[in-house]
């Protein structure tokens, strides 16, 4: 897990299981901007992740920092299907352009024209139409290829426009049966899913940015016979505290290896200067006999190893030792 990420433990209580409410928990990441427009014909949300009932009593959700973008297709299946992708920084853009041999490509980001910090930006440079993926961008352990999850489809972007997300992401649960990652959510199934509510009987929505690093959650049926979602009380804590211990020792753990990188990468680039100044060193020795042998060597315009001479700038011979 990252630094900067954001975990967060669900449980759930034993009287959530019953048919009559659904079988699974969907949750989706949305950027901020586009929070209360997720139903028009431009933009669909993904499925980010499932939490089936049926199969476990506890839930973790991580989520990441990083976004990208990617190309994508719906499938016959309708999931969401990414192509080519980029990692976005903040305030960063990138353009899918169009090569010789006609494929398409993002290009590497740049930043923003607009100067947003908190804002990423893509375009279409590609001369036809194209569809977008907003992707939540994490690189699992002991692995170096990062995973994309799209997250939000932006459909049919025409030839030189482009979209613009904020970076701040929104987090949402739903009650729902038979969803799956990468689904799109469309106006006909999103009608099937029912929003978790909180314990203010408030739709539930959690603000990332506003998130602490891990929180914890306890799901359950409220009063009215559906699910709701509140923060975990101390007998919760207590019962997961093996679980909460195993993931602050695997958190520790793989902190301890990316400092045992960055420490190796630091030994590697001390060693790299330390050899170039030896090197500097050297050169400046070879000069400096080089101009005791033959006087001022920034004048030496030519010489000739077999005459054992040469020419100054001005023209005028310089011998050297016989």
């Known amino acids: 897990m990252g630094f900067n990420s954001k975990r967060f433990h669900i449980s759930v209580e034993n009287m959530v299981r019953s048919r009559d409410i659904g079988s699974q928990i969907i949750f989706t990441l949305t950027p901020e901007e586009f929070v209360g427009d997720k139903s028009s014909k431009d933009t669909q949300p993904v499925v980010w992740k499932v939490f089936d009932l049926r199969s476990s009593d506890i839930c973790e959700l991580q989520c990441g920092v ?20 980029r990692l976005v920084p903040n305030g960063h853009r990138t353009e899918l352009k169009r090569n010789n041999s006609s494929s398409v490509y993002f290009e590497e980001c740049s930043r923003s ?38 997250l939000l489809l932006f459909n049919q972007i025409q030839h030189d426009k482009g979209i613009r997300v904020k970076t701040n992401l929104i987090l949402e649960a739903f009650c729902g049966t038979g969803f799956t990652v ?41 009063k009215n016979g559906g699910l709701s979602i509140r923060p975990g009380n101390n007998d919760t804590d207590r019962d997961q505290s093996g679980t909460i211990m195993q993931t602050l020792s695997r958190d520790l753990q ?60 001005r023209g005028h011979i310089v011998l050297g030792d016989q």
């Open 66 to 85: 990083d976004l990208g973008i990617s190309t994508t297709r719906i499938s016959d299946q309708g999931n969401a299907e990414i192509i080519y992708t």
């Open 113 to 150: 024209r607009e100067d947003i910090p908190r804002s990423i930006v893509a375009i279409n440079s590609s001369q036809t139409p194209q569809s977008f993926a907003l992707c939540n961008v994490t690189i699992p352990q002991y692995q170096h290829e990062p995973i994309f999850e799209p």
């Open 182 to 222: 990468k689904q799109v959510l469309q106006r006909h199934n999103m009608s099937k899913l029912t929003p978790l509510r909180d314990d203010k009987e408030k739709e539930w929505v959690v603000n990332l940015e506003e998130a602490p690093i891990s929180s914890y959650l306890t799901i359950y049926k409220d």
């Open 254 to 313: 793989e902190a301890l290896r990316e400092i045992k990188k960055l420490k190796g990468l630091v030994y590697e680039s001390q060693a790299m200067i330390q050899q170039l100044d030896r090197e500097v060193k050297a050169l400046k020795s070879q000069s400096q006999q080089r101009s005791g042998r033959y006087g001022n060597a920034s004048e030496i315009q030519y010489w000739s190893a077999k005459d054992n001479c040469g020419l100054d700038s």
